[in-house]
């Protein structure tokens, strides 16, 4: 079945870095979803995209539409301290009544 | 504005025993959908409702029921509840299902 594959599993940056993290498929996906869940809260949706080739920004955070469909990137410029928590991405199945859900980047911000 | 709202909160439950999640919103969304969250790991789908009387299973649907009577709720039930069962379980809804979906802050339910 479809299957989206997020990396890295965690993440330990320092307060100002820039951060990266991707989902892979090896199916195509017309929308790619990204969402943000904080310790004790549901997901909520932070950028969605629509189109091959698209970026999209979000003040600090960016996110790509990969050109083959497979796959999909979001960047975090200048971390800070509220940026910690679990990033998942997330794109509609072939029925389109399910979205499938990577497993999620940890983000931890180094004392 | 409550968007989703889930209810209860915390539970803690012995094993055997049954219980209802509810759920509700109140953006006229089509589509709803339950999930659970367990520690480490993304979010897998129980079951799903594209409207009012129409529901389906998802990845995870053994011993849980649904139905959805009113387009506003959709609750969740643990027909027998297992230790297998405790989890965070999620509630979400969107306009149709291919469309990004708003989620409530979860019922964390503890089974003994």
């Known amino acids: 079945g479809q299957q989206l594959n997020q990396s890295p599993q965690s993440m330990f940056i320092q307060e100002g870095e820039d951060v990266s993290m991707n989902c892979t498929s090896s199916?195509?996906?017309?929308?790619w979803l990204w969402y943000k869940q904080d310790p004790g809260e549901g997901p909520v949706l932070l950028i969605a995209?629509?189109?091959a080739g698209e970026l999209t920004s979000n003040g600090r955070l960016t996110a790509q539409f990969g050109i083959t469909r497979k796959d999909s990137f979001l960047n975090i410029s200048a971390s800070i301290p509220s940026d910690v928590g679990i990033y998942f991405c997330?794109?509609?199945?072939?029925?389109?009544?399910?979205?499938?859900w990577g497993a999620g980047t940890k983000l931890i911000i180094k004392p | 504005n409550a968007g989703v709202t889930q209810t209860p909160k915390f539970q803690v439950l012995k094993t055997g025993q049954s219980m209802t999640l509810q759920c509700a919103q109140d953006?006229?969304?089509?589509?709803m959908s339950w999930y659970r969250q367990d520690p480490g790991m993304g979010l897998r789908l129980i079951h799903y409702?594209?409207?009012?009387?129409?529901?389906d299973q998802g990845e995870v649907p053994n011993g849980y029921n649904v139905s959805r009577s009113t387009t506003e709720d959709f609750p969740l039930r643990l027909l027998s509840a297992a230790p297998s069962q405790t989890s965070v379980y999620f509630c979400?809804?969107?306009?149709?299902?291919?469309?990004?979906?708003?989620f409530g802050d979860g019922t964390r339910l503890s089974i003994l």
């Open positions: 953006m006229n969304h089509e589509y």
């Open positions: 199916s195509i996906f017309n929308t």
């Open positions: 997330a794109g509609p199945s072939r029925s389109n009544y399910q979205l499938i």
């Open positions: 979400a809804s969107s306009p149709q299902g291919f469309q990004p979906q708003h």
């Open positions: 995209l629509y189109k």
């Open positions: 409702s594209v409207g009012a009387g129409i529901t």
